[in-house]
């Protein structure tokens, strides 16, 4: 297997440090990335539950996002996590073989496992009442879970996939500026990756040749304001800006991540 170099864009989330919409470039490659937590983690100084991981080099780039299970156990643990785990297999894989890709990603985070719940078992709870800690127990034998959406471009190799598990937004466009059309059905709330069920649902997968793709973004949830957006023209930075605005002052108010990937050919 060859080994991708160096990278010249490294970065994953820290879940207590918000990023405003910022535009990076690496090679053939133009990033944004945006992080942020909701209002009501903000103000309680909370960590985001969401988390993303980008690398690249001039020639191929590698981005997550991970959005943790509000409902589970600290969410944000199994996010990072997954985020740091499938970056580092997408990065070191060979593109050529999509099964072996496939493959490796399952036995990663299946592997996962036991990292993720020593760290929710290492987490201090004692400080809360009585009441609150026996739910925080419950939750945390429920486990700490998280879906995901992930992207390996490759222009040397004139790959693409994209593989998700759950319901993070993905929106991928061809050279002309049209979306790819992805069936709604191969996103599924209830698909996702857990620290007790391990890979509850499909690992789902689209695959293209690099020279048929233009931009592709990945967000979580809380920009679903996004959603019905063409977002291919226009001061991409200022939409995305004033979207995170607005889903800070919105009752819905939820943690974001996003990263868009623009392809220069």
């Not at 233009?214 to 019905?228: C, E, F, K, N, P």
């Amino acid at each position: 297997m060859t080994t991708p170099t160096k990278p010249l864009v490294d970065i994953q989330s820290n879940p207590v440090v918000d990023i405003s919409p910022e535009r990076l470039q690496a090679g053939t490659f133009d990033c944004h990335i945006a992080y942020a937590r909701s209002a009501e983690a903000h103000a309680m100084n909370e960590y985001n539950q969401d988390a993303f991981a980008l690398r690249a080099t001039a020639q191929r780039i590698v981005a997550v996002v991970a959005d943790g299970v509000g409902q589970s156990f600290r969410g944000d643990i199994a996010a990072m996590a997954v985020a740091q785990t499938i970056a580092r297999v997408l990065w070191q894989s060979e593109l050529v073989n999509e099964a072996r890709v496939r493959e490796s990603l399952g036995q990663q985070l299946i592997a996962l496992v036991p990292k993720v719940t020593q760290a929710i078992n290492d987490v201090d709870i004692s400080q809360h009442p009585t009441i609150f800690r026996e739910a925080l127990m419950q939750r945390r034998d429920f486990g700490s879970e998280s879906v995901f959406v992930a992207v390996v471009i490759d222009t040397l190799a004139n790959e693409m996939m994209c593989y998700w598990l759950g319901d993070c937004r993905l929106k991928v466009y061809d050279r002309k500026g049209n979306i790819v059309p992805i069936a709604p059905t191969q996103f599924q709330t209830m698909e996702r990756w857990s620290s007790t069920r391990m890979i509850h649902g499909d690992l789902h997968v689209l695959k293209l040749p690099a020279t048929d793709v233009s931009r592709v973004i990945l967000y979580s949830d809380g920009l679903h304001t996004l959603d019905a957006l063409q977002l291919t023209q226009g001061d991409l930075l200022s939409v995305i800006a004033t979207h995170m605005a607005t889903s800070r002052t919105s009752p819905e108010s939820d943690d974001i991540a996003l990263i868009v990937v623009d392809v220069r050919h």
